[in-house]
């Protein structure tokens, strides 16, 4: 009992894989949406457009594109880091301007308040998520595991 009170109950690679098929899935459903529903797509074009985005032309396909392939990439764990590291700095532009924006709408009272309310940004727990993916890679439930087996028996 005491072990598991300092070291958790095991399980890290069903934790990491549950970790990297969830944000995943975020990913790949919020790109799909992006780029096949018109009014989805024609809501983030205005999004991109009220923020001050540049070149919307290509970003309000680009950015879908890249969310629903890399999304999907992450949820089969398929060069699963590189995908994160896509979509880590897709989270981290949409923070730095639609998440500022709901900030600064949130009227911080003091900066506890402002730290408390990033932390409660969605964008922050999907970087902090696609973070451990980045790091921790696919884990060995992934096609990532299997083609490094792969290349291992040939190689050895």
């Known amino acids: ?3 598991i009170l300092f ?7 069903i934790a990491l894989t549950l970790n990297r098929v969830a944000v995943g899935m975020f990913f790949m459903f919020s790109g799909y949406h992006k780029l096949f529903d018109t009014g989805r797509h024609r809501e983030f074009a205005d999004e991109l457009r009220a923020l001050h985005v540049p ?3 290509i970003n309000q396909w680009r950015v879908p ?7 999907g ?9 590189l995908a994160a590291l896509g979509l880590l700095v897709i989270i981290l532009v949409a923070g730095a301007t639609s998440g500022r924006e709901r900030i600064k709408a ?4 003091d900066k506890a308040d ?11 727990l999907y970087a902090f998520m696609l973070i451990m993916v ?21 190689t050895g």
């Open 106 to 109: 949130l009227k911080p009272i």
């Open 114 to 124: 402002r730290i408390d309310d990033w932390l409660y940004l969605p964008e922050t």
């Open 73 to 81: 990439a992450v949820v089969i764990g398929l060069v699963a880091p």
């Open 134 to 154: 980045i790091s921790a890679g696919a884990g060995p439930y992934s096609l990532d595991a299997t083609i490094l087996n792969l290349i291992n028996h040939h």
């Open 1 to 3: 009992m005491i072990h």
């Open 7 to 13: 070291s958790g109950v095991g399980w890290t690679d």
């Open 55 to 57: 070149a919307v032309g």
């Open 65 to 71: 594109f890249v969310e629903f392939s890399a999304g």
